[in-house]
């Protein structure tokens, strides 16, 4: 037991604490800040000074002004998937790997983004879905690594299949097969009522507008892409059956409260400066309760689904 804890020790790894400089700190940040606006352009051998300014000069012009917004979507429906540059393509590659500047957004629909790989036959981005952290799979029982990346995606492993077909439902509560790839300009974006974000130089942003593009688009509250509503509008006064997000975009609803007095409203509104965002929100919570409790109250015993107690005469009979 004594050896095995002294061999133990010695191959126990220490934590060490890693310190830079403000220097050294402002190199990771301008280099990070250089992946993002060249990507893989650059081959994998950093561009000299001069060549990295010169290639801003000559591309980040026409990245502005050609951007293409890349989705994956119902087309009558929301953006379930905002295509981002680490968003991997049918045929395992990046969506940066994949060419995405254009000095000339081509005329033809759909535009086609090829991979840049070489040896890839991949002809355009294609996004798949993922289940949880697992990649979907297609009706012959294969996962979409093992379809070939070109025509109609066959299966590498069986001869039944004539193309991948996932029956995997989306969260939209659409299959797999009714959704498509959007490549689209900022006017054709605009046109369909989608947000177009900020003008960024970053390479590959594909469809991102802002955090709430990373979020499924079953799950994204904020369509915009901008973030939280203002102060204002959170802080606003409401009833304690107002959600923040329902007051910022779906309009004041009739509640259960219309009886309160204006007085009672307002003194509930109001938060305690001895109050934390969570005792706050705690508070309103058990005030929702109550109104529910007292609603149900008023109906009366009819409204439990409960028949009425027997009189004395039905007794008698």
């Not at 917004?69 to 119902?74: D, E, I, L, N, R």
């Not at 629909?109 to 002809?123: F, N, Q, T």
């Amino acid at each position: 037991m004594c050896s095995y804890r002294e061999e133990n020790k010695t191959h126990q790894v220490k934590m060490e604490r890693i310190r830079i400089s403000t220097n050294s700190a402002k190199a990771v940040d301008d280099y990070l800040d250089y992946k993002r606006i060249v990507g893989e352009d650059d081959g994998g051998k950093l561009f000299t000074p001069q060549e990295y300014e010169e290639y801003k000069k000559q591309v980040l012009p026409t990245r502005l002004q050609n951007r293409l917004y890349v989705s994956w979507a119902v087309p009558t429906g929301v953006d379930c998937k905002l295509i981002g540059p680490e968003t991997q393509c049918f045929c395992t590659h990046r969506y940066k790997q994949h060419k995405t500047d254009f000095k000339e957004i081509p005329e033809g629909r759909p535009i086609m983004l090829p991979c840049r790989v070489r040896g890839c036959l991949c002809k355009s981005y294609h996004y798949v879905p993922l289940n949880g952290s697992q990649p979907v799979r297609c009706r012959c029982k294969h996962l979409a690594d093992e379809h070939s990346e070109t025509g109609q995606f066959k299966c590498k492993k069986c001869s039944a299949c004539c193309g991948f077909h996932s029956p995997f439902t989306c969260g939209c509560g659409q299959p797999t097969f009714a959704h498509e790839m959007l490549v689209e300009t900022k006017e054709e974006r605009l046109a369909r009522g989608r947000p177009v974000g900020q003008d960024v130089p970053y390479a590959a942003m594909g469809g991102l507008t802002g955090f709430s593009s990373l979020a499924e688009g079953y799950m994204r509250l904020d369509d915009s892409g901008v973030g939280a509503p203002p102060v204002d509008v959170l802080e606003s006064s409401g009833t304690v059956m107002d959600h923040t997000f329902v007051k910022a975009y779906g309009g004041q609803r009739q509640t259960l409260t219309e009886g309160i007095s204006t007085v009672t409203k307002q003194v509930s509104d109001l938060r305690t400066s001895e109050e934390d965002d969570m005792a706050y929100f705690e508070r309103r919570y058990q005030e929702r309760l109550k109104m529910e409790k007292m609603a149900k109250q008023q109906k009366g015993p009819s409204s439990t689904g409960k028949l009425p107690s027997r009189t004395s005469t039905q007794t008698k009979k």
